[in-house]
């Protein structure tokens, strides 16, 4: 979902959509420094109810940037989220192109 035209002068080359979502991008930052979070926690820390926070996680797994891990703990279902590393791979290339965006160019020599 990257915006870029694929020229490596471009400052879009690497933006993505998907991931400039306010919320979106929010996640995938939590997720990049945690490596993996509970879903509560990742609530939480966001301030978001419950189904704001799984439909934009579904749109992240959507599109191949997130998965979930499911698993019984204190005889509770709990979930998981990571980051793939398609995922990991867009949200570095998302933060480079916004680098890109609002850091001024290097002066030709």
């Known amino acids: 979902m990257s915006a870029g035209s694929g020229d490596p002068g471009d400052p879009m080359t690497g933006f993505d959509t998907t991931i400039h ?17 509970e879903f509560a926690l990742v609530q939480n820390q966001l301030g978001l109810s419950a189904s704001a926070l799984s439909k934009h996680v579904t749109v992240l797994m959507d599109a191949g940037y997130a998965e979930q891990r499911k698993a019984v ?11 793939t590393k398609q995922g990991h791979a867009a949200y570095q290339g998302h933060l480079a192109a916004l680098r890109a965006i609002v850091e001024p160019p290097d002066p030709a020599p």
């Open 73 to 83: 703990r204190d005889t509770r279902q709990r979930v998981w989220l990571r980051l």
């Open 21 to 37: 979502a306010p919320h979106r991008l929010r996640i995938c930052a939590l997720l990049e420094g945690a490596g993996e979070a």
